[in-house]
RNA sequence: GCGCCCGUAGCUCAGUUGGAUAGAGCAACGGAUUUCUAAUCCGUCGGUCGUGGGUUCGAGCCCCGCCGGGCGUGCCA
């Protein structure tokens, strides 16, 4: 495809007797598919030739030689490059059939580093519902930039230090009546539960006892300290924390190259603190050691007024060192929105300390979650509504109300689902509806938990897609025929339905390769949506087995298949092939 | 106060980097099933693109002001 739109700046840049390269850069997408491939607006060349546009597209149209395989129409002030029917086939279908199944789609990223930093939950809690924007948005970044041939390093950067540890030590003693022997015995069987009912629980004791504050802060200094018991109940703590984290990546398609907490950098943070002040950058104000950043906006806090140091402090280390370590061309960091402002000021510290990963660093923001209360208004988390329960809960549930519906439609369809089928379709369609409803959209607009309308089979959801899918499967299971690109007669493939398939797929690389440009998952979902819709509407409109055209009809339902698949694995959805 | 984000159909959102007649889904209404999964498709209804200026051959998109909403703002992460 991008041969093509070479051919047509040649073409166009011999008739204008201009310069190709910056033609090249006017080349627009026709709004309709059926206009064109491409096309040149002839507006910029108005005052310079001194006619109207749409004389000027007719004057070219007449003198330029059309490449191969097309003609080149005007179309008021536009040049259209109109691909004859079986050129179009022929490239999109063989374009599709050869896609790699795993591996890239285009060569933008070849030779190229990124890195994503994403998901990064607190450790010794159970996640919540919202922790699903940056685990799956994260996930789909790392799969989207695979797919244009960038070596992805995929890291969670767990927060596992801090208080809440000292906390969470003393009250798991409390819960053993201050006897380490007895609590050591039983933390070969504490869960995430129990962590996440000790991490709440804190608070309530500490208002009834005020000494449990300066304990909890007592214990994690002993923690800080290496003393044995601290560290070993620490270690089973992060451990089970993982262990649950890791069911859900699992249930997700999420995968990690490192888990690098805050406790790994805990060791170079003086290190840190030296290299800021080696800058010279490093200065005192209000007892507090900060860097200033900017007019507009509050220094930078290194160090606090007690010594201690801060979120931004670990930042600055662990962007240091990742990038001495993995020397990426990019560091992604998949965080809400509301974090900007830390983000910026860590990025201009770097920058003011002339490290080479302040030019690589960027913050991939999003919006909340938010869930309809009781007054009908959508808000910010609540229990009630749904975004404040557990993660792993609501893809259960999920799962069960999509079970319902197959389960349904399989009796009033007399399929022959077995039971066993029907339970692995239902967490596969069911994570799959609530994934793509944080891609659909575009990440910094907020999210809205709607459970009805997110496993609804119609509409913009993911089992609408998926679905499309499947009938393409269902058909290609039927055919009895072998492929053939080499014998088609792609002059065939040539009603608007089938056009309108062969425009959207010949364009999957492009939308690649924006998606990964804006590091905006939703440019892909967005496709895979467009792609669905004409999916569903050739089946609809056209028989593909027992016909003239089957052969044809066949080759193209098989590259719409591969397509939609790929497409959908990259979301982080399961392509199904029955449902 | 300051900073960032958002404002497009009744609701939820697209709008391909400034180009062709502003598009989908949901809801409502009307059609299509002897046919490979109709969980689909086709049609109708629905818009002063928050608002007032500016730049441009051309603005939903860029610049400035205002209105409305959200988030964040020095010792949490």
């Known amino acids: 495809m991008n041969g093509l739109k070479k051919a047509f700046v040649g073409a166009l840049a011999q008739a204008l007797e201009q310069d190709a390269a910056s033609l090249e850069a006017s080349i627009v997408r026709p709004p309709d598919s059926k206009l064109g491939a ?28 059309a490449p191969e395989g097309t003609s080149v129409v005007a179309a008021g002030p536009y040049l259209n490059l109109v691909l004859k029917p079986c050129v179009l086939a022929r490239m999109a279908v063989t374009s599709s059939l050869s896609l790699d199944p795993t591996g890239s789609v285009t060569e933008s990223g070849k030779g190229r580093t990124v890195l994503v930093d994403y998901s990064s939950p607190n450790a010794g809690k159970e996640l919540v519902y919202h922790h699903i924007r940056s685990t799956v948005i ?6 989207l930039y695979g797919a244009a041939g960038w070596k992805v390093v995929a890291v969670n950067h767990l927060g596992d230090w801090g208080t809440q540890f000292g906390k969470l030590i003393l009250m798991w003693l409390r819960e053993h009546g201050m006897d380490q022997e007895k609590s050591l015995v039983d933390l070969g069987s504490v869960t995430l539960s129990d962590l996440n009912r000790m991490y709440v629980g804190f608070k309530p004791a500490a208002a009834e006892d005020p000494t449990l504050e300066e304990d909890a802060r007592l214990w994690f200094a002993r923690l800080e300290a290496k003393e044995a018991f601290a560290r070993t109940c ?48 490093l200065e005192e104000s209000e007892g507090a050691q900060v860097v200033h950043v900017g007019e507009n906006i509050p220094p930078c806090l290194i160090r606090k007024r007690d010594g201690a140091t801060l979120y931004a402090t670990r930042d600055l280390a662990a962007a240091i060192w990742r990038h001495e370590h993995f020397g990426c061309d990019r560091a992604l960091y998949v965080v809400d929105a509301g974090q900007s402002l830390h983000f ?8 003011r300390m002339q490290e080479p990963s302040a030019k690589a660093c ?72 609530l994934v793509f ?36 499967s269902s058909i290609l299971r039927k055919a009895t025929k072998p492929l053939n690109p080499a014998k088609a007669r792609w002059e065939l493939l040539c009603e608007p339905e089938t056009d309108a398939v062969l425009a959207c797929l010949s364009q999957f690389g492009e939308r690649i390769d924006q998606a990964v440009e804006a590091n905006e998952p939703s440019l892909l979902s967005q496709y895979a949506l467009e792609l669905a819709e004409k999916v569903h509407s050739f089946t609809h409109h056209h028989r593909v087995l027992d016909v003239d055209a089957t052969p044809e009809r066949l080759l193209l339902v098989e590259a719409a298949r591969r397509t939609l698949s790929r497409v959908l694995t990259i979301l982080g959805l399961e392509a199904v092939e029955r449902m």
């Open 362 to 433: 960027i913050h991939v923001p999003f919006g909340l979650v938010l869930g309809k209360g009781e007054d009908g208004n959508w808000s910010k988390v609540s229990t009630r509504s749904g975004t404040g329960s557990p993660l792993p809960a609501v893809m259960d549930m999920a799962a069960v109300e999509i079970g319902k519906t197959i389960r349904a439609l399989a009796l009033q369809k007399e399929s022959d689902l077995t039971d066993s089928d029907i339970e692995s379709l239902s967490e596969s369609i069911g994570v799959g509806a």
């Open 234 to 281: 620490w270690e089973r703590f992060i451990e089970v924390s993982k262990t649950e984290l890791n069911k859900v990546y699992v249930r997700f398609g999420a995968r990690f190259d490192h888990f690098l907490g805050e406790s790994f950098y805990e060791d170079k943070l003086d290190a840190t603190i030296a290299r800021i002040a080696k800058a010279g950058i």
């Open 437 to 472: 409803n944080e891609l659909k959209n575009k990440r910094l607009v907020d999210t809205k938990f709607d459970l009805e309308a997110i496993l609804s089979f119609s509409g913009d959801t993911g089992p609408y897609i998926q679905y499309a899918h499947v009938r393409l």
């Open 344 to 351: 910026k000021q860590v990025f201009a510290v770097l920058e």
């Open 38 to 65: 491409f096309a040149f607006p002839c507006f910029s060349l108005a005052k310079a030739l001194r006619k109207g546009p749409p004389q000027i597209a007719a004057d070219i149209a007449a003198k330029v030689v």
């Open 138 to 143: 994260g996930a789909a970044l790392c799969r």
